[in-house]
C-alpha cells in the first residue's frame, strides 16, 4: 500500500550576468527567497551603479508517492 502527497511551491530562477540561481520554495517563504537570491547575486555594489537582475517565478507542483517497505 502506498500514499500519495502534492505539494505546491514555486521555482524561482534569477539571473544576473552569467550568475544564475535555481531554487524551490515554499509559498509562504517567496518573497524573502527572492530577496535573499538578490543579494547572493550582487554582492557588494556601488551606490551609484544601476543593477538589473531578472528573476522569473513559476508554480511548481510535486507529487510524491510514499511506498510502503515490503
Known sequence: MSRQEVYEY???ECQ????RIKVAVEPDKLEN????IVFQLIGP???SK???I???VRKLRAKVIFE???
Open 10 to 12: 514555486y521555482l524561482v
Open 45 to 47: 555594489v556601488e551606490e
Open 16 to 19: 544576473h550576468g552569467e550568475s
Open 50 to 52: 544601476v543593477i538589473e
Open 33 to 36: 527567497e527572492i530577496k535573499s
Open 68 to 70: 510502503d517497505e515490503q
Open 54 to 56: 531578472e528573476c522569473k
